[in-house]
Structures are given as C-alpha cells and as structure tokens.
C-alpha cells in the first residue's frame, strides 16, 4: 500500500480565489494522478503528473484552470484557479502501486462560496 | 479501455452475503480487474484484484468466470459500517488513465 497525504483535507474558499492542494507520498512514484468528485458523483480524472515534465490533462480540464506541478517524486501539488461554487468538490490524489492497484489520499473537501 | 457496467444500488442486511456484479465485455487480456470501496467523504480504498477465477482476502472475494466479461464482488456478513460505494476497475497499467465507472451504492440495514 502507499501512504498519501493531502492538505488541506478542507477548506471554505471565496469566489475568484485559487487554492493549492498539496499531495504527499511516502515513498518515490513515477505516475501521481488527480481527481475530482463533485458530489454524489463518481471519481474524474483531471491530470497525470509526472516528475520533470509537464501534466497531462483530460478532456474538459485546463492547465489555466488546474495547474499542477511536480517537483519530485514524492510530492505533486494541484491549484484550482478562479474558483467558481462549481469547483465545490473533493479532489483526490492518487499513484500507483503493485503494478495494477492505485491507491488515494483522502481528498480535500472544497466547498466555494 | 474496458467500460465497466454495474448496479447502481443494492440494499441489504446485517449479516448477510452482498454479490456485486460487473460487466465488462470488452475486457482486454492484460487486464486486471480490481474493487474500491470508498465511504463518505474519504478517498477509495484498495478491496481486492483479480485477473481470472477466484481471488479470496479477509475483506471479500472475487469471482471471475473463464471469459472474463464480468466479475462478482462477494461481501460475507455484511455489517451497518459496509455501507459505501463500491467501484469496480478494469485496466492494465495500474494507474494510468484508470476511469472510474457510476459504482454501487450498497445501503446496509440493521
């Protein structure tokens, strides 16, 4: 298993603000992945990160919107920019481990006012 | 990749045995087959992977018949704190691109 580690876990953000997730990994990955939630959905990709390159992003998601960095193998952040209520959501990072099985963080809850 | 098809709920009760059923035809050979389970307001938890027949752990067991175009989530004894959302996955390099399906609702009463 992999431990990961998210901050903040939430947060009551503003309209028009940004805020950084940030993303923690107890040991070295190649592939960190992010997620959102909205409520009462299921899980969507929003990105790849990989160490040293740029993130690789779904259809439907933006770099202006979401832009991620990864400065090194154990730790990658996510910043929601400009943020609108629609924003309100859990995001969630993830890596792989053991080949086939991805393992999450436990999310940070956003809500936008 | 493989779409994966389930229930969207199932109600059950204490101490009875809770079968999720997947369908996922276009299930590919190097394709892994694995279970989540997450709970309100928490990130999805790691239940159990399979490639083909029977996958046991002290969680759940997985059946996978020979053509591999569904998969069955089998739950022992469900208790109240089963209650969750339980996704089903099929993929062949772990994490990426992993497309996460509607899941199961699974609602347990005492």
């Known amino acids: 298993s992999a431990v990961i580690s998210q901050k903040p876990s939430r947060d009551i953000c503003q309209r028009g603000t940004s805020l950084t997730i940030q993303c923690q990994v107890d040991?070295?990955?190649?592939?960190m992945f992010w997620y959102r939630q909205q409520p009462g959905q299921s899980l969507t990709l929003i990105a790849t990160a990989n160490q040293g390159s740029e993130a690789t992003y779904e259809s439907g998601f933006v770099i202006d919107k979401f832009p991620i960095s990864r400065p090194n193998l154990t730790f990658s952040t996510l910043t929601v920019s400009n943020m609108s209520p629609e924003d309100s959501s859990i995001y969630l990072c993830s890596v792989e481990r053991g080949g086939n099985t991805i393992y999450f963080g436990e999310g940070s809850w956003l809500t936008v006012v | 990749l493989a779409k994966t098809t389930q229930p969207i709920s199932m109600d059950s009760y204490e101490g009875q045995e809770v079968n999720i059923t997947c369908s996922h035809n276009n299930i590919a050979t190097n394709d892994y087959i694995t279970w989540y389970q997450q709970f309100p307001s928490q990130g999805p938890r790691f239940i159990i992977q399979?490639?083909?027949t029977k996958v046991t752990n002290e969680v759940a067991s997985l059946f996978i018949p020979a053509d591999r175009k569904s998969s069955t989530l089998s739950l022992p004894r469900v208790s109240l704190s089963d209650t969750a959302v339980y996704y089903c996955l099929v993929g062949d390099t772990g994490g990426f691109k992993t497309i996460f399906g509607a899941g199961t609702r699974l609602f347990v009463k005492a």
């Open positions: 399979g490639y083909k």
């Open positions: 040991s070295q990955v190649t592939m």
